[in-house]
């Protein structure tokens, strides 16, 4: 996977959230906010980045603290920031190239995949949650499921309709 697929990912989940009106609105299944969720995966999109340049060991000694006030816009425009981090750093990562993750030592493409689900994989919380029609984009889902979990098969020349 690659940056190109963290930035459809990331658009894809700007679009839904730009359909969004309140950001104070609840998304139960996460059990916070859409700004609360936003300002998650936007976190969680740093922390790749920050984890694929720090290298094979764990370096971790600060934290991004989503600021009191922030509005959904904000929080949305520091989304499609974070993601084109992530972006720019997969892509500027040489294949051997290892980073630190609790479940183990993902090259840049596994980075890239991790963030895809983190933007795409919320992304539909939030619809769930607000009832919004929404479907991730089919390359990077099938991307992010194939490299994610290898083992789930779809029967080829089938995209996935959801998660």
Do not use: I, K, N
């Not at 700007?14 to 936003?38: C, I, M, N, Q």
């Not at 795409?120 to 984009?137: E, I, K, M, R, T």
Request: charged share 20%; glycine share 12%; net charge negative.
């Amino acid at each position: 996977m690659t940056g190109d697929d963290v930035r459809a990912a990331v658009a894809a989940a700007r679009g839904l959230l730009g359909r969004v009106g309140d950001g104070a609105a609840e998304v139960p299944a996460l059990g916070t906010s859409v700004a609360g969720v936003v300002a998650h995966v936007a976190g969680s999109l740093a922390w790749y980045a920050h984890d694929l340049v720090a290298g094979p060991a764990e370096v971790s000694a600060a934290d991004q603290v989503r600021r009191p006030g922030a509005d959904l816009p904000t929080l949305v425009a520091d989304l499609g920031a974070w993601g084109e981090v992530l972006a720019r750093v997969v892509d500027a990562s040489p294949p051997d190239e290892r980073g630190w993750h609790p479940d183990g030592r993902p090259d840049a493409s596994g980075f890239a995949a991790m963030g895809c689900a983190e933007a795409l994989l919320h992304a539909h919380d939030v619809a769930v949650a607000l009832a919004l029609h929404w479907s991730p984009p089919t390359g990077p889902a099938a991307a992010t499921l194939a490299r994610l979990f290898p083992r789930s098969r779809r029967p080829a020349g089938t995209a996935p309709t959801g998660w």
